[in-house]
């Protein structure tokens, strides 16, 4: 009578009922002895986009998070059940990846796939992971660079938007003839002359080479070749 006993749980467990107990006059404990039950941390609920690649709720387990694609996460990646059977970390978020809106090139455009009513909708259209941006250069200028690009996992474009430079377009070979030098665009100052085929001939009088202007437009059409016979 009058001794007592004392309890304690290995690590990992936690006491139900009285850590001590004491015997009394009457030869009763005086309470039922305890027991250990393992420290469990609540259950998680996983919020939307969220994935769970890891969970052990027990003390010393952790929970592993990531996010379904397109999206990043927000937050601690994992979280640990402590002694106290409370998470150490509030459970992460996953939010939406995007990419801003690119620049539109000068004298070019972007061709869009969808149409906005109103300014305000385009100004605020979003582009997801995956999305296509294609460009396009108004006539009399060539598309320099990436005529597509498209939205990564990292929030950026593949690449930069495109320039668009002034060039004259390659005009075409006349009958009978051919241009030099061949090329598929031209610089503005460029000049183009015309080689004849054999019995052929560019006319007789003074012709000015067609140059290539700064808006993109030759200055003349290459000159025709003509047989001999009609010269």
């Given at each position: 009578?009058?001794?007592s006993a004392v309890f304690e749980c290995p690590i990992g467990y936690k006491l139900e009922g009285a850590s001590g107990i004491t015997c009394q006059y009457n030869?009763?404990?005086?309470?039922?002895?305890?027991?250990?039950e393992e420290i469990e941390c609540p259950l998680i609920n996983i919020?939307?986009?969220?994935?769970?690649?890891?969970?052990?709720?027990?003390?010393?387990?952790?929970a592993v998070f990531t996010c379904m694609w397109g999206h990043k996460l927000s937050g601690s990646q994992s979280i640990r059940c402590e002694?106290?059977?409370r998470w150490n970390g509030s459970m992460p978020t996953c939010l939406e990846i995007?990419?801003?809106v690119p620049e539109t090139p000068r004298s070019g455009r972007i061709v869009e796939q969808t149409r906005y009513p109103n300014k305000k909708q385009y100004?605020?259209?979003?582009?997801?992971?995956?999305?296509?941006?294609?460009?396009?250069?108004?006539?009399?200028?060539?598309?320099?660079?990436?005529?597509?690009?498209i939205c990564t996992e990292n929030g950026t474009w593949s690449h930069r938007p495109p320039v668009c430079k002034v060039r004259c377009p390659y005009p075409g070979d006349p009958p009978h003839g051919r241009i030099?030098?061949?090329k598929f665009w031209y610089k503005p100052g460029d000049n183009i002359q015309v080689t004849c085929s054999p019995g052929y001939v560019t006319p007789l009088e003074p012709v000015k080479k067609p140059s290539c202007r700064e808006n993109g437009i030759w200055s003349a059409p290459p000159p025709p070749c003509r047989s001999y016979k009609e010269v």
């Open positions: 009578m009058g001794h030869g009763k404990w005086s309470a039922d002895v305890p027991r250990c919020p939307d986009n969220v994935l769970l690649i890891e969970h052990n709720n027990t003390f010393g387990g952790k002694s106290d059977g995007t990419c801003p100004r605020n259209r979003i582009y997801k992971v995956g999305a296509l941006m294609r460009f396009a250069c108004l006539p009399g200028h060539q598309l320099i660079g990436e005529a597509s690009i030099a030098p061949l």
